[in-house]
């Protein structure tokens, strides 16, 4: 903030022209509509700097076709533009590798909207001038004003159609010049009608769509807005770096300054109408106050609403603070109210800004002229503070009388002083200033000679006299407005320690009912009782509620409705519905009302409170729209994983049941053909082949099965204490091919606690994984070792093995490892199913691989690790 007391600059605005200094310089050519000549203009400045010599390259530039921009290229530099093959053609685009090798000392760019091709550095052109400044090359570049992300909503409402490319503000903020390229509607029509702008069919469509004249006349007033805009920023900005006092007339501006009086809400609305009528900003300036009340609250919710901005601050000099905001801010209109009923700003403040505020020009509103007409309201006093500094006085004044041959009289003068502040510091000021009056008289009294009398014999008592008078009425004054100023701290203290520690909460919730409960919970803690309520169909639908059954009646049904329709806040201290005890805050999403947050307070709640509420709503409001988007993207996946599995499944009926079919018939239809042609040994061959191939569509089926009743829950285990010998002994008889493998069990993992049935279907499952990936006549084996409260079962043998990165995967449904170019048959469920039975009997599995005792130049190998409670 600009110290304009001292002339010394503003620091924030120093570190700001600094940070400018070490990037290059942006130029925009802003334009009110497309074709009014923005690349044109460009290119015209663009030959004037070369010719002076500067290093001026084009580093893209969009000519649509139109022959008169390209001959206003001319003989400028053009970088080559970066081929981006896309969907089957090929795009072209800005090159910034190329820029940034080139490094010229000034860079053309033209449509600075422009969406890059996917791949590229960045997303958006705009952010490729970004780095081309941060390298410290000069930047001219064009944009259309359509194009601003705060205009989009209002574009697209005045021309109907809404523009897909747009800027942030700030790249438009960012620029050290912009000129203003406009040109009157029937000009720029019959520009269009000529051919200078699209093609004739084009043009034609245009004229009636984006083109109408109103629509030009409206884009070029918000262009000529948004260029004095920009420029009433760099006026205060040079003010600010420069020391410069303000205010400088440049652009209009309005300030209504918010109290605690009936004009409150009568100052808003003349303020608005005086901001609409100058085309100028609004802002309600507001010093926030212990007597502050809901006509503040209402009066600053009226601000938002007639699309103004809201200023809170704590000064103790509240003259001074709103002349230090007004000049910072280049304010040219001041709003205040005259005095009313009400704790407001006061005729001595109207007086006091009458005086100082010569710089600008003030606009005093009268009080309502209904408002005396309302019966006042009557306010009931609290009177004990009152009578505790009466006990108090009391008290301090008997133990002095009863020490008075001790203390001396000035001694009471400063007892009494230290009474006065310690009463305004905790009661206020009201009771401090009481306390220093009472305790005047009190000393004067009971202590001053003569005694028992208000008349005083020593010219010096009557100094001291008078300089106690003025010391207490100051320090009561003074102690007071401490106490009032660090209660307004302590409130903003409470409200930042809620909403940091609600988005604490609100970043652990994941679903919408968890991010509900939080907010109605927080709401409760602040009011007494909450309730979020989401839209459905058009309607309110109670979703959360704290207490639990917390229900609303017809009247509060009507005002929440009336939040949703509308998008205002209503309830108690709100100009809607105000008696009634909730306060409703819209919950915003994507530019929609998705919801209301309710809180119930049976008075207009304090501004911290609804400034809490307000944050609180918002944080709702993102946080629901973040669970939403989290359950999407898990709905989502689970349909991609089950895309995956069905596709998988079908890959694995197609093959392993078409497979055995057709060997089978092929046997079945030889043995029917050539049966009795057939000798024995081929007759047996043939239907060993038909057993064989039934047996294995039987297995692959029962491993389907085995997986649905997994998935399904269907599992009833039988946790047994099992002999491992026999049960192994059972599983290699079992599987073909495994009749070889050896088994080691130590003495002390002979048995283990399982389910009889399933363990048995995981060994044989898993010996037929070694069997399968591992050559002829290798190694199987299978050993078993304690590990404290459990046995540690492993499956090894000496295949090809399994590559790290899918070790994990193997035991998902369908996988089958990358194992060289042998391709075995099976489903893929293998694994799964003894991972799923292993983890149902409360056991783990993994697998390792390679093996460590296996030689290097060999294969691999493959363990499978069982881990099983020992008996």
């Given at each position: 903030m600009a110290n304009?007391?001292?002339?010394?600059?503003?620091?924030?605005?120093?570190l700001a022209e600094a940070q400018r200094s070490g990037r290059g310089h942006l130029k925009i050519f802003l334009g009110a509509a497309p074709g009014v000549g923005k690349t044109w203009e460009m290119l015209t400045a663009a030959h004037a700097k070369r010719q002076k010599g500067m290093d001026v390259v084009a580093g893209l530039i969009e000519t649509h076709g139109r022959a008169g921009t390209r001959e206003a290229i001319g003989e400028l530099e053009q970088l080559p533009r970066l081929t981006v093959p896309y969907r089957g053609q090929v795009l072209e685009e800005f090159d910034l590798e190329a820029a940034l090798k080139r490094r010229p000392a000034l860079l053309l760019v033209d449509e600075l909207a422009h969406t890059n091709a996917p791949g590229l550095r960045h997303a958006k052109r705009w952010q490729d001038v970004q780095d081309v400044l941060e390298a410290g090359i000069d930047v001219w570049t064009t944009v259309n004003v359509q194009h601003l992300e705060s205009l989009n909503d209002q574009i697209a409402r005045i021309t109907g159609v809404r523009v897909g490319e747009t800027v942030p503000d700030t790249v438009l903020d960012m620029a050290d010049e912009i000129e203003l390229i406009d040109l009157p509607p029937a000009e720029l029509r019959a520009r269009l009608q000529e051919g200078f702008v699209y093609r004739p069919d084009v043009a034609a469509r245009a004229l009636e769509g984006f083109f109408r004249e109103g629509n030009l006349g409206a884009l070029r007033e918000i262009a000529l807005r948004r260029a004095a805009q920009r420029i009433d920023k760099d006026v205060t900005r040079y003010m600010r770096s420069s020391a410069i006092p303000g205010p400088w007339p440049v652009a209009e501006k309005v300030l209504a300054l918010i109290g605690a009086d009936d004009a409150a809400a009568n100052v808003v609305r003349h303020a608005a109408r005086l901001a609409e009528a100058l085309h100028a900003p609004l802002t309600s300036f507001?010093?926030?106050?212990?007597?502050?009340?809901?006509?503040?609250?209402?009066?600053?919710?009226?601000?938002?609403?007639?699309?103004?901005?809201?200023?809170?601050?704590?000064?103790?000099?509240?003259?001074?603070?709103?002349?230090?905001y007004a000049s910072e801010q280049n304010i040219t209109h001041i709003v205040v109210g005259r005095t009313g009923r009400?704790?407001?700003?006061?005729?001595?403040?109207?007086?006091?800004?009458?005086?100082?505020?010569?710089?600008f020009t003030l606009h005093f509103v009268p009080v309502p002229a209904a408002a005396p007409l309302r019966p006042a309201t009557p306010q009931r006093r609290n009177w004990s503070p009152y009578l505790w500094a009466a006990?108090?006085?009391?008290?301090?004044?008997?133990?002095?009388?009863?020490?008075?041959?001790?203390?001396?009289?000035?001694?009471?003068?400063?007892?009494?002083?230290?009474?006065?502040?310690?009463?305004?510091?905790r009661e206020g000021r009201g009771p401090g200033l009481f306390t220093a009056i009472i305790g005047f008289f009190l000393w004067n009294f009971f202590f001053l000679p003569p005694l028992y009398t208000f008349s005083v014999a020593d010219p010096r008592d009557v100094v001291a006299l008078i300089v106690f008078l003025l010391v207490g009425l100051v320090t009561g004054t003074l102690a007071g407005r401490v106490r009032q100023e660090a209660a307004t701290a302590a409130s903003r203290v409470e409200a930042l320690r809620r909403i940091s520690l609600f988005g604490q909460r609100l970043s652990r919730a994941v679903t919408l009912s968890d991010v509900m409960a939080t907010a109605v919970e927080e709401a409760a803690a602040i009011t007494g009782a909450g309730i979020v309520l989401l839209a459905?169909?058009?309607?309110?639908?109670?979703?959360?509620?704290?207490?639990?059954?917390?229900?609303?009646?017809?009247?509060?049904?009507?005002?929440?409705e009336w939040c949703l329709t509308h998008d205002v806040e209503t309830g108690t201290g709100t100009a809607t519905l105000p008696s009634v005890p909730w306060r409703f805050l819209p919950l915003h999403s994507h530019g929609l009302v998705a919801g209301v947050l309710g809180a119930r307070a049976t008075a207009p709640p304090p501004a911290p409170i609804v400034q809490t509420l307000a944050t609180l709503a918002d944080q709702t409001a993102l946080a629901l729209e973040r669970a939403r988007l989290a359950m999407q993207t898990a709905r989502t996946e689970a349909h991609e994983d089950s895309q995956k599995l069905r596709n998988a499944l079908?890959?694995?009926?197609?093959?392993?049941?078409?497979?055995p079919l057709t060997a089978i018939r092929g046997a079945a239809e030889t043995l029917s053909t050539m049966g009795e042609q057939l000798d024995p040994a081929t007759r047996a061959d043939l239907l060993a082949a038909i057993t064989q191939d039934t047996a294995r569509m039987g297995k692959f089926l029962a491993n389907i099965t085995d997986m649905a009743?997994?998935?399904?829950?269907?599992?009833?285990?039988?946790?047994?204490?099992?002999?491992?010998?026999?049960?192994?002994?059972?599983?290699?008889?079992?599987?073909?091919?495994?009749?070889?493998?050896?088994?080691?069990?130590?003495?002390?993992?002979?048995h283990v606690r399982a389910d009889p049935m399933l363990l048995e279907q995981v060994l044989v499952n898993l010996l037929e994984n070694a069997v399968k990936y591992a050559p002829p006549g290798s190694r199987i084996s299978i050993s078993a070792q304690r590990q404290g409260n459990n046995v540690r079962l492993?499956?090894?043998?000496?295949?090809?093995?399994?590559?790290?990165?899918?070790?994990?995967?193997?035991?998902?449904?369908?996988f089958r490892a990358s194992r060289g170019d042998r391709v075995a048959p099976g489903t893929g469920l293998g694994l799964a199913i003894a991972k799923a039975f292993t983890e149902a009997m409360g056991g783990r599995i993994s697998a390792r691989s390679p093996r460590p005792d296996l030689p290097a130049d060999g294969l691999p190998g493959t363990i499978i690790i069982l881990e099983l409670p020992a008996a």
């Open positions: 304009q007391h001292d002339g010394r600059p503003d620091p924030d605005a120093l507001h010093i926030e106050r212990t007597e502050d009340n809901a006509k503040v609250q209402a009066a600053l919710d009226l601000t938002v609403q007639l699309g103004g901005s809201v200023v809170t601050q704590s000064a103790a000099d509240m003259v001074r603070a709103v002349l230090d009400g704790r407001g700003l006061g005729r001595r403040f109207s007086e006091a800004l009458t005086r100082q505020a010569q710089a006990i108090l006085l009391a008290a301090v004044t008997t133990g002095g009388a009863a020490l008075k041959g001790v203390l001396p009289q000035e001694a009471m003068g400063l007892i009494f002083t230290g009474l006065i502040a310690a009463t305004a510091s459905q169909s058009g309607r309110l639908t109670p979703e959360a509620s704290r207490p639990a059954g917390t229900a609303l009646d017809e009247a509060a049904e009507a005002a929440a079908l890959s694995s009926l197609s093959h392993d049941l078409r497979t009743r997994v998935e399904a829950g269907a599992l009833d285990i039988k946790r047994e204490r099992l002999a491992l010998e026999a049960l192994t002994e059972a599983a290699i008889a079992r599987t073909p091919g495994a009749f070889s493998t050896a088994l080691n069990i130590a003495p002390d993992a002979t492993c499956v090894a043998d000496e295949g090809v093995g399994i590559p790290p990165a899918e070790l994990e995967a193997v035991f998902d449904s369908f």
